[in-house]
C-alpha cells in the first residue's frame, strides 16, 4: 500500500498476522503519530469535516482548494495531500467526487493512526521510501517488523 494504504496495510498484518502473507509499504511510516502534540486533535478534526463536506457546493476542484487554505491555513505539502482526495466523476466530469470513503477514516482514523506498540508481524516486510522523507526511521519498522533488515528498506533519493 502507499501512504495511508500502506500504513493499512501494515495495520492489517500486526492485527491479522496469520492471514498476512508479506507487507509491501512504500512511503508509509510505521509509527504512532500519538506523541506529537495536537495531532490525533487536528487530524479528527479534519476528518470529521471532510466526513461532513458537501461537495455539491463546488464546481470547480480548484475551488475546494482555496475553500481548504482559507478554512485551514494548511501549508503546500497539506493542501497538496487533501487535494489528491478529490476527482471529477467518470460519467461527464461535471460532479466533484471523493476517491476515499470519509465516513470509514473518520470511523477507523484512530486504528489507521495509532500503532499498538505490543503488535508485532514476522513475515517478510519491504519498505519504500522517499530518501528526503523524515516521517520513516528503521528503527520504527524493526519494532513492529522484526524479520526486517536494512537491505528490506530501499530508499529513493531526492524523494519524500
Known sequence: GHSMGGRASMRAALLYPERVNAVMSIDAPATSF???????????????????????????????EDHMKEKFRVDDV??????????????????????????????????MYYFDYTETFEGPVKMLVGGISDRWKFEDFNERFPNIKQEDVISVPNTG
Open 34 to 64: 500519538a506523541h506529537i502534540p495536537g495531532y490525533t486533535d487536528r487530524t479528527y478534526a479534519l476528518v470529521k469535516y471532510f466526513k461532513e463536506f458537501d461537495l455539491s457546493k463546488f464546481s470547480r476542484i480548484e475551488e475546494i
Open 78 to 111: 497539506a493542501l497538496t495531500r487533501i487535494m489528491r482526495n478529490f476527482n471529477y466523476s467518470d460519467q461527464d466530469g461535471s460532479q466533484i467526487v471523493w476517491r476515499v470513503n470519509p465516513q470509514y477514516l473518520f470511523d477507523n482514523i484512530v486504528s
